[in-house]
């Protein structure tokens, strides 16, 4: 009897530490955001929700920025049954329209005077592959080219802050992806791509955007870093064909509930970036310490060279609206 009850406590034991291994670092952080404006993209659902309840609970005035507006009213409600004085604004947003992103910046100019965080975490994966209005790759402008754009046309009021961070919620899928790769996503716009090639090209760009940018604001008070949120069990896998069919996920659900974050675990790190008191800036951010991203995405010529050649690629859009 020994023998079993023994096995039992090693089993729950190993079973623990497995768990407590994959959940990640988690954010010690105490400061307080009272009265602090910050924008949360993809706010509705799994990471972006997680982190604004964070938010709210440190006094934070939310703002937060959804596609599905009625899910983010749901998502409010949520946060003023929790936290009654919480100050929580629900705005549209859809990346994935350039326009949406003009009125999005435009309304939000007309109401705030200043913004302390920017959190570019809204993004897609394994989306049914399409061409968007404005003739980019859907993954490639919701998850990067969208971000690119809001965060310029916010810098104003970034600035207009006494201290300042953007934080891109980047992946460790950059490292899956090569320079050749990055190229090619970026300038040859189709329907006909690997999902997961889209994908990395786009969360790399985002890390060599936080390089880059971060360098052409070193001389004021914004900070931007990037962060990955690790494997986290969020509406994102909706269209992955092993998660989306309720058979194939039934089978792999003892595994997930051992390796898999939840929500928010994964929002620690991004929670980090915003509290922590540490104020380097282009880094990148795992398990609330910082990393090092790849090869590739550390590389301060290539960040460059992709910064041109993303706003060569948006000139018809993006026109001179840089504040950079």
Avoid at 155 to 171: E, M, Q, T
Avoid at 286 to 314: G, H
């Amino acid at each position: 009897m020994w023998k079993y009850i023994s096995g039992i406590v090693v089993a729950g034991g190993v079973t623990y530490g497995v768990m407590r291994y994959f959940a990640g670092g988690i954010c010690r952080c105490t400061t307080r955001l009272d009265g602090l404006v910050i924008i949360v993209t993809g706010a509705n659902s799994g990471i972006g929700k997680a982190l604004s309840f964070e938010l709210a609970r440190r006094g934070a005035t939310l703002i937060l920025a959804c596609r599905d507006t009625k899910k983010g009213l749901d998502v409010k409600c949520e946060i003023l049954v929790e936290i009654p004085s919480a100050e929580v604004y629900i705005k549209h947003l859809d990346l994935a329209s350039f326009s949406s992103v003009y009125k999005f910046s435009q309304n939000i100019s007309s109401e705030f005077r200043e913004i302390y965080g920017l959190v570019n975490n809204a993004g897609i994966f394994y989306h049914p592959q399409t061409i968007t209005e404005n003739n980019f790759d859907i993954t490639l402008q919701t998850n990067y080219l969208g971000p690119f754009v809001l965060t310029h046309y916010l810098l104003k009021l970034l600035k207009a802050s006494d201290h300042a961070r953007i934080v891109n919620v980047s992946s460790n899928a950059h490292r899956m992806v090569n320079y050749y790769d990055l190229q090619a996503v970026t300038t040859w716009q189709s329907e006909f791509r690997s999902h997961f090639i889209a994908y990395g090209v786009s969360k790399l760009g985002l890390i060599l955007f936080t390089r880059e940018l971060s360098k052409q604001l070193s001389n004021t008070n914004v900070i931007v870093n990037a962060v990955d949120p690790g494997n986290v069990n969020t509406n994102i896998f909706r269209y992955l064909p092993s998660l989306s069919n309720p058979w194939l996920y039934a089978l792999q659900w003892p595994i997930r509930v051992l390796v898999v974050k939840s929500p928010q675990q994964g929002a620690q790190s991004a929670l980090h970036a915003l509290l922590t008191s540490n104020r380097s800036t282009g880094q990148y951010y795992s398990d609330c310490k910082l990393s090092l991203p790849s090869p590739i995405a550390s590389n301060d010529k290539i960040a460059k060279e992709y910064y041109r050649i993303t706003l060569d690629i948006l000139a018809d859009i993006f026109g001179t609206e840089s504040d950079c």
